[in-house]
């Protein structure tokens, strides 16, 4: 066989679908080479081949000559395919976040809490509305955070609920203060911290013990600094009030007020240190213990993953936490308005009820995740949130009144200063759910008879 080169005006090439030799002809370039080929009769394509072949090179052709007009409508496409995954993804996250629980056929009743507060006397029927309320808003709290721990951790996800939990109790306290409620802090804050310490903690081991059916396991060396932090908060509470009911102040007055001040400062640092160490040593040796388990416990975490993303987490969480602490301000003016309709005392009202209320999202987070056998984030919501209140939150008061002109202090009064220091000692000693429960029970009775001179004089 022999091959021969000639130039020409047509370009002849070998079409794809031919083991062998063949040729064709296409549309003419400026410069072409023919190859003319010799072959056998036997190898010759027959008129069939011919057909299909140039079929093949017209549809070629065609699809070279609208390639320039077919990216035209790319950019329109893929704007229409922008906009339709954002709408795809609003709904999706819509559904997730308010359809889907059963529990938010109560969301409606916080809108009713703020009608009846605008077009009614009735103190009880607001401060029912708005603390039924507030139960779907907690519990979607507790699930908003609990999403974001897929991408933060689980000591983030702790403090970042102790965070948004008390972020009502910090705007009620601001509140308080410009109207000169002194005292209803001092028992709101110390309120939360009993709360969160026996009520919280005792359901949530109680719950997950019922749940999981097994021994519960959780991070000795946070509950030991959690342990210690409020140790040193208690401290703090007891010096001025011993200063104030031993009489030995060297100046009258001014001395304990004074103190408060700088051990509010002295609080606010030692804060800060314990929020470095939470979000940088102690997460960098949570992760390293987590990455060695993670091929033990691959198989059992495959069904876990976030049902939302990050950022829709995050707004999510913000909106809640925006409604939960509109709602906790018209549950507060209605507090004190059913106590005097109910014959309440305020004490119990302000320690008790409204701690109890305005930490209905951490309580509901707590519970649920000790039901999901996850107690490090259990114990970061409820001690975490304590040791936030009595090293952030009331030195905060502390400070907002002072720039306010409104003083407060840290003398507490013996009697709730007593309580806190047993309740931090039987936390500490004592980690059975329902003993726990039992003992705020009886916490809230001594309140519930106990009478306020500082309360009744103000």
């Known amino acids: 066989m022999t091959v021969s080169a000639s130039l020409t005006s047509s370009l002849v090439r070998l079409p794809p679908p031919f083991s062998r030799s063949s040729w064709c002809l296409s549309e003419p370039p400026l410069t072409s080479v023919i190859w003319i080929v010799q072959i056998s009769p036997a190898d010759a394509p027959s008129e069939a081949d011919f057909e299909a072949t140039g079929a093949a090179a017209a549809d070629e052709t065609a699809a070279s000559s609208s390639w320039g007009a077919q990216q035209l409508p790319l950019a329109a496409g893929r704007a229409t395919r922008t906009a339709s995954s954002f709408w795809t993804s609003?709904?999706?996250?819509?559904?997730m976040v308010i359809f889907t629980p059963k529990l938010n056929i109560l969301l409606p009743l916080s809108p009713g809490a703020l009608l009846a507060n605008r077009f009614s006397r009735n103190r009880g029927l607001v401060f029912i509305l708005s603390l039924l309320g507030m139960i779907p808003l907690a519990e979607r709290i507790g699930y908003t955070t609990e999403q974001l721990s897929?991408?933060?951790?689980?000591?983030?996800?702790?403090?970042?609920?102790?965070?948004?939990?008390?972020?009502?109790?910090?705007?009620?306290?601001?509140?308080?203060?410009?109207?000169?409620?002194?005292?209803?802090?001092?028992?709101?804050?110390?309120?939360?911290?009993?709360?969160?310490?026996?009520?919280?903690?005792?359901?949530?081991?109680?719950?997950?013990?019922?749940?999981?059916?097994?021994a519960q396991f959780f991070d000795k060396e946070s509950a030991v600094l959690n342990s210690g932090m409020l140790l040193m908060a208690v401290m703090a509470l007891l010096l001025p009030a011993l200063l104030h009911f031993t009489r030995t102040e060297a100046h009258s007055g001014e001395s304990e007020l004074a103190l408060s001040r700088f051990s509010s400062c002295v609080m606010l640092v030692a804060y800060t240190g314990y929020l470095i160490f939470q979000l940088q040593s102690h997460k960098n040796q949570s992760d390293k213990e987590n990455e060695e388990t993670v091929e033990d416990n691959s198989c059992s975490n495959e069904?876990?993953?976030?049902?939302?993303?990050?950022?829709?987490?995050?707004?999510?969480?913000?909106?809640?936490?925006?409604?939960?602490?509109?709602?906790?301000?018209?549950?507060?003016?209605?507090?004190?308005?059913?106590?005097?309709e109910w014959n309440m005392p305020i004490t119990f009202i302000s320690v008790v009820m409204l701690?109890?209320?305005?930490?209905?999202?951490?309580?509901?987070?707590?519970?649920?995740?000790?039901?999901?056998?996850?107690?490090?984030?259990?114990?970061?919501?409820?001690?975490?949130?304590?040791?936030?209140?009595?090293?952030f939150g009331i030195p905060f008061a502390v400070l907002v009144g002072?720039?306010?002109?409104?003083?407060?202090?840290?003398?507490?009064?013996?009697?709730?200063?007593?309580?806190?220091?047993i309740t931090v000692l039987v936390v500490a000693i004592l980690l059975q759910g329902m003993l726990l429960v039992l003992c705020y029970v009886i916490v809230a009775a001594s309140f519930f008879l106990h009478v306020d001179a500082s309360a009744l004089s103000n």
């Open 303 to 340: 069904g876990e993953a976030a049902e939302i993303s990050k950022w829709e987490t995050i707004i999510w969480l913000g909106i809640f936490t925006a409604w939960i602490s509109v709602i906790s301000e018209y549950l507060v003016d209605a507090i004190e308005g059913a106590a005097e």
């Open 402 to 421: 002072w720039i306010m002109g409104h003083p407060m202090d840290l003398n507490f009064q013996l009697f709730e200063t007593a309580v806190l220091f």
């Open 355 to 391: 701690p109890v209320i305005g930490n209905a999202s951490e309580h509901a987070s707590a519970i649920m995740f000790a039901m999901k056998d996850k107690l490090d984030l259990t114990l970061g919501i409820a001690i975490g949130s304590s040791t936030q209140i009595s090293m």
């Open 150 to 214: 897929f991408f933060t951790g689980a000591t983030v996800g702790g403090l970042l609920n102790c965070t948004f939990g008390n972020a009502t109790e910090v705007v009620v306290s601001i509140f308080a203060l410009k109207n000169g409620m002194t005292r209803i802090v001092q028992q709101s804050l110390l309120g939360s911290i009993l709360s969160n310490m026996l009520l919280v903690l005792g359901f949530s081991f109680f719950c997950g013990g019922m749940v999981s059916k097994k």
């Open 90 to 95: 609003l709904c999706r996250s819509l559904k």
